[in-house]
């Protein structure tokens, strides 16, 4: 006979009270159960599911008596069976899915193991809590490290202690460079990979409870997908698949948590709509929202979206979430001194007369010129060393017209991130490492505010079962 499964969910409706699984069809046939049969129903609680065949044993405790119905449909006739049960509600209590499997007569209903994954999850991250060991982390597109040290830092503050377990990496000079400046980070169980994430081999890959990751923006930004000519983020060559090997990583890692970030226009791609429906099915919930720097205690005036999932039975809620920082009142504050003679400061022409081309051409392109004064500044991207017309550029307080790009500290301060974490590497590294990365105090506030809610979770769980 033909084996049949069936994935489906226990109905119970407002007005009956007693829940029940439904199922008809010529599979039932073809799975060996007829109408008229009668079946006998075994409600195993050891075990979490119902085994009903006609040859049961009708003696068993917790065993119920059931015929198997018929219905016509399109000249047809065809079994139905509606098993109607009030330990069916304990039995699969917080169950979303039942997997059914019928086969020479026997049926099966037990929770899909989808529920199973969600559940060991869970249980893994508060046994971990409880215990106050540090939780398993894998970071993928982990750059120089700074939304990884800010969520550590954050977890922190909430007395969460985090360690990477597993880090991908493609550029070996950004992971070099994290290994050498995060001791905090890293423990003598962390694997670092260089590689792009696609050719990661997941068959391995350790059960991890949280997942970061700065997926690449380059498609999905207004000026990547300007530069580039793409209709949509997808197209672009590089970054525009990543999401998918994202997605794999996590279904293969199995994390209570997973936190990433990107554009705000990230949120109206395809890819961040695939991400959510995936991650829904998975068993999560998907939490969103935009920062701003400024707002949370740095200098750069950017917008970020943020997206934690949490996995189902773990509330989480961005209305809580509190700066950590207070940013300076001025840029004065963060900006070294650089004497007259310095060769920091240029004449920057070209760009002058590119800015007289851009406004001549109704293109609205200004430069961003800064004497201190300012309160905040425009974004400053990983390419900022090229010296680019768009970006942050310091006006020389000598009256000589000439101006500087922000050192690599300042562009630190200037997001807020550590000095250290910049330590021993080129300008260019430098710029490259901060501009593709995130407003650290805002990450900060997020990681405190997922660890705040956590413990909460975990401390309720312990006194109920207390």
Not at 102 to 124: E, F, M, Y
Request: glycine residues 8%; charged residues 25%.
């Amino acid at each position: 006979m033909t084996a049949v499964v069936i994935n489906t969910k226990l109905r119970l409706t407002s007005k009956e009270k007693t829940p029940s699984v439904w199922l008809e069809g010529q599979k039932l046939a073809k799975g060996g159960i007829e109408t008229g049969q009668v079946l006998y129903a075994h409600f195993d609680k050891s075990s979490r599911r119902v085994v009903a065949s006609k040859s049961g044993d009708a003696d068993l405790n917790d065993v119920k008596a059931f015929t198997v119905s018929r219905r016509r449909r399109n000249g047809k006739e065809h079994p139905l069976i509606e098993l109607r049960a009030e330990e069916l509600a304990s039995l699969f209590e917080g169950v979303e899915v039942l997997r059914v499997a019928i086969q020479n007569g026997k049926i099966t209903i037990r929770a899909h193991s989808q529920q199973a994954k969600v559940k060991s999850r869970l249980d893994r991250l508060f046994e971990k809590v409880l215990e106050g060991k540090k939780l398993d982390v894998g970071s993928i597109f982990h750059g120089g490290g700074v939304l990884d040290r800010a969520l550590h830092n954050g977890f922190a503050m909430s007395g969460l202690q985090s360690a990477i377990k597993v880090a991908v990496e493609i550029e070996g000079k950004y992971l070099d460079s994290s290994l050498a400046n995060n001791p905090m980070l890293w423990d003598k169980d962390s694997i670092a990979i260089e590689s792009p994430l696609e050719s990661v081999e997941l068959a391995s890959a350790p059960l991890l409870d949280c997942v970061f990751a700065g997926i690449p923006c380059v498609g999905a930004s207004l000026s990547g997908r300007a530069k580039g000519k793409l209709s949509c983020a997808e197209e672009h060559s590089s970054a525009g698949a990543l999401f998918v090997y994202f997605l794999n990583f996590v279904l293969a890692t199995q994390p209570a948590i997973v936190v990433f970030e990107n554009v705000p226009p990230y949120q109206k791609t395809a890819s961040y709509m695939v991400i959510e429906s995936v991650l829904l099915t998975a068993g999560y919930d998907i939490h969103s929202t935009v920062l701003n720097g400024n707002t949370f205690g740095a200098l750069e005036n950017r917008d970020r979206l943020v997206c934690v999932a949490t996995t189902k039975g773990l509330d989480f809620d961005f209305d809580r979430i509190e700066p950590v920082r207070v940013k300076e009142k001025t840029l004065s504050e963060i900006l070294d001194y650089y004497p007259q003679d310095s060769d920091k400061w240029k004449t920057y022409s070209y760009l002058a007369e590119k800015e007289q081309r851009d406004m001549a051409n109704g293109k609205g392109f200004k430069r961003q010129l800064l004497d201190g004064t300012n309160d905040s500044c425009g974004t400053i991207g990983r390419g900022y060393n090229k010296a680019r017309s768009t970006e942050p550029f310091v006006i020389s307080p000598f009256g000589d017209g000439m101006s500087r790009l922000f050192s690599p500290l300042e562009h630190a301060r200037v997001k807020g991130i550590p000095e250290d974490l910049i330590n021993g590497v080129s300008d260019t590294t430098a710029h490259e490492i901060l501009g593709q990365s995130v407003i650290y105090p805002a990450f900060q506030a997020v990681g405190n505010c997922i660890a705040t809610q956590v413990r909460e979770a975990v401390s309720m769980q312990h006194v109920a079962a207390a």
